[in-house]
């Protein structure tokens, strides 16, 4: 599997990516909605689920590489969810903090989107956002998404409040 965008390229997580996953998820500042920065053993868990993710369900969350130079900036992709009591599809978007404000998560998550209406025939593409995260609501937003509720995940002994983003496929006009 891949993906271009005009300034990126997206492909399936290898192990070689540990040390740009490292970077994203050991960050404290980039992985506050998530309470805190991953361990050395998180880090490698969320590899492999992305690798089954692959395996069982054709997508997961793809490396993000600049096209110009090949280097893995961050993550986006398609996954499986279980938001307001359904089983969903949602674009995931997380990145090194070092890119941020560019405009690749749009870019990448666009691109993701598309994907899930083009490739897979979803009808609706989700994206849940923690309720303190204004740059993952704003990156929903411009993916043309709007909040379709609210509900709390229990993670990491936290309850986390969040919003239910979503976008239709676009119905063709006759």
Known sequence: MRLETPRLQLRELNEGDLPALRAILQDEQTMTAYEGAFDEPMVRGWLQRMRERYREDGFGLWAVELSDTGEMIGQCGLTRQRILGADVIEVGYLF???HWHRGYAVEAATACREYAFDQLAAERVWAQV???????????IRLGMTVRGRF???YRGVEMPHLAFAVDRPRSGC
């Open 96 to 98: 090194n903090r070092a």
């Open 130 to 140: 923690r309720d303190t995260n204004l740059a993952s609501m704003n990156v929903a």
């Open 152 to 154: 709390v995940k229990h």
